[in-house]
């Protein structure tokens, strides 16, 4: 993959309020922000157009759920992150990274809904694949899933879950699918071999007002590296720039993890 500005971007943020409250379905608000930081042109280029394989079109991107101490309010069906708060934005993308980074450095801060958020800190780390398997975790669910048929000729969505055989395949297929929509080449390699580790945790999640099932985790990484790195910038599985499929390595046993 080109280097250029291919990486994560670790943002602080912080409420002036010392506590932002949102709706559950809070990531449909962080993509809303996310494309109104890009030139108009550009985003509109992306949202509508995005990259192409086929019918399929992918907009390349994915971003955490927000991360630190937070509290929920069923009652309100909010929840309420305490200062200060994480976002991870990635993307293989060199144009969406440039103009998101300089955004955040000019403005300071980040409209989420009728809230604004200051920008605290940018940091900007680079992800490689530097050993093969690899072990993730999740920092936003993957979610995989196949639209059906049933008998009375209705359609449906079934979410597959990580130890059904269909999960790892069609994350495969997904990156392969990515990899020739955004070098325009055909993918020649080995299958990615994705298995979780220990237990993993169903989320469910509306967006726009359809239930998405995706999962978090920690999974083991096996295949070509550049399919695998590609995953780690665009995410893994479906939906990514809805806010789904975002990993990081695991560091090494023995070193100190930053995030």
């Not at 979410?159 to 070098?183: G, S």
Request: proline share 6%; charged share 25%; aromatic share 12%.
């Amino acid at each position: 993959m080109n280097e250029g500005l291919s990486m994560h971007l670790h943002i602080t943020l912080t409420s002036p309020t010392g506590a932002l409250r949102l709706p559950f379905s809070y990531p449909y608000w962080i993509q809303s922000a996310l494309y109104r930081a890009l030139d108009a042109r550009f985003a509109t280029k992306l949202h509508d157009e995005g990259f192409r394989y086929g019918k399929r079109a992918f907009r390349l991107f994915s971003f955490s759920r927000l991360l630190g101490a937070y509290v929920l309010d069923r009652d309100r069906k909010e929840i309420v992150f305490s200062n200060p708060i994480r976002l991870v934005v990635a993307s293989p993308l060199e144009e969406f990274l440039r103009q998101l980074s300089d955004l955040l450095i000019k403005e300071e801060g980040l409209r989420l809904g009728e809230q604004t958020v200051f920008i605290e800190e940018i940091a900007y780390r680079r992800v490689r694949v530097d050993r093969n398997p690899l072990v993730v975790h999740t920092l936003s669910p993957i979610t995989v899933y196949s639209t059906m048929t049933r008998g009375d000729g209705k359609r449906y969505t079934y979410y597959y879950a990580p130890k059904e055989k269909p999960f790892a395949e069609l994350i495969h297929q997904n990156l392969v699918k990515k990899w020739t929509a955004l070098t325009g080449e055909p993918y020649a390699g080995p299958e990615t071999v994705v298995k979780p580790v220990g237990r993993t945790r169903l989320h469910l999640v509306t967006y726009k007002g359809t239930v998405v099932k995706g999962w978090s985790g920690r999974f083991v990484l096996e295949g070509d590296p550049r399919l695998i790195e590609l995953g780690l910038y665009a995410g893994f599985g479906a939906k990514n720039a809805q806010g789904f499929g975002l990993c990081e390595p695991l560091p090494d046993r023995g070193e100190s993890q930053t995030c």
